[in-house]
């Protein structure tokens, strides 16, 4: 009621009638609204009992923070050498810090409490983050801080064995693994899975769903834009698109090497080929899932997913069955999942008949679904942060 009270404060003062009692009865009640002011913001600070400060060390954390979390970075700057930003939620205060000058021992540490965003891709980033765990191990050690969270951006194949020794539950002191593809020792106790999400490192934006997106009729039934490597299930996919003429029908890029810089050019035209079609055909990589399921429902064109496990150690868990993309088909992912790229001429004859109607109900469904996803993720990081690191008032 804090303005209601300036409000009345101001009626009550009369410049014509210069009576001391009415302007100090008007100061008295703005001095308690502010006082009232005062006690309730402190009472807010006192609910959130946890400082987490969230090092991003790997893109990945753009996900978390910019997609996920729906926070802020200054500044806006992506090149820029320091970035950072912050959040309440649930009990929590969040501080984010990103970009090369966020280096160990050289900024301060202000939570008790830090999340570690890494890459564990390849050796020389495994090499990397591992600096970083010995780091956050040396502040553990001089009790400057209380509680580490690692989020892994992880090996491709599930080969993040390099992690295990860090873990409490193997003796070592980091509390909770978010990592991400259907890695085998997902217990949904300490380790949990964590959504690939979107290619930040090529500064794939936040998408806000505007009402050409939902209510356009779209130029292509689908795309795929991408590389086609010899012997695999993508050369099976352009080969059935080119018998029926269908690559006509769905706007179809095929390099043959991989390129991590993408031009301009080529990033808008992704962005375009996402926003001009009805489908995003999801052809299996070194792994099931990939940036572009995400970034497909970023533009409300439905994924087609390959769903076939890839070669390497993921998804054999006892926990689950369902892998791969375990995840994302526990959160009820309304997608279109295909063994065989055979059954996509069925699929693409089924779309030709399908209304505008119907077209702008499934996008409707598909974007409410990928942003009740990326809340349910928020909720439940903070969630699992909060019953970890908060101390338990059993005690």
């Known amino acids: 009621g804090f303005t209601d009270h300036v409000a009345l404060g101001n009626e009550e003062w009369n410049p014509w009638d210069a009576d001391e009692k009415n302007e100090l009865a008007a100061s008295q009640q703005r001095y308690e ?143 909770l693994l978010f990592v991400t593809y259907d890695y085998s020792f997902v217990n949904e106790e300490d380790i949990f899975q964590w959504p690939l999400g979107v290619a930040t490192y090529r500064n794939f934006p936040v998408v806000e769903p505007s009402w050409s997106m939902l209510y356009d009729p779209r130029s292509y039934l689908c795309n795929f834009l991408g590389t086609v490597y010899k012997n695999s299930s993508r050369e099976t996919l352009i080969e059935i698109l080119k018998q029926d003429g269908l690559d006509k029908l769905c706007w179809i890029a095929a390099r043959e090497q991989w390129q991590p810089q993408e031009t301009n050019e080529s990033f808008k035209n992704y962005q375009d080929a996402l926003l001009q079609s009805d489908l995003t055909l999801c052809p299996v990589g070194i792994n099931t899932e990939c940036y572009r399921i995400y970034e497909a429902c970023s533009y409300g064109s439905l994924p087609v997913i390959e769903d076939v496990m890839t070669p390497g150690d993921c998804g054999n868990s006892s926990v689950y069955h369902s892998a791969p993309l375990q995840l994302l088909k526990t959160m009820g992912a309304p997608f279109i999942f295909i063994k065989n790229w055979k059954e996509l001429p069925a699929i693409l004859e089924k779309e030709k008949k399908m209304s505008l109607q119907e077209k702008i109900q499934r996008r409707k469904k598909l974007l409410e679904w990928y942003r009740n996803f990326k809340a349910w993720m928020r909720q439940k990081f903070i969630n699992t942060l909060e019953n970890s690191f908060l101390p338990s008032d059993k005690g």
């Open 33 to 175: 609204a502010n006082l009232k002011m005062i006690k309730y913001a402190r009472s807010h600070l006192e609910q959130t009992n946890l400082r987490v400060q969230i090092w991003g060390k790997a893109a990945i954390g753009l996900y978390l923070w910019q997609h996920i979390f729906g926070g802020h970075l200054e500044p806006a700057d992506v090149t820029a050498q320091w970035r950072e930003g912050s959040q309440n939620a649930g009990k929590t205060y969040f501080s984010f810090l990103t970009g090369p000058s966020v280096v160990p021992g050289y900024f301060s540490v202000e939570a008790e409490h830090v999340v570690l965003v890494l890459n564990g891709r390849e050796p020389a980033k495994v090499a990397y983050a591992t600096q970083w765990l010995h780091y956050a191990q040396t502040l553990m050690e001089s009790r400057k801080i209380q509680h580490v969270a690692v989020v892994l951006l992880g090996h491709e194949r599930c080969s993040n064995a390099w992690i295990q020794p860090y873990l409490k539950r193997n003796g070592g002191f980091v509390n």
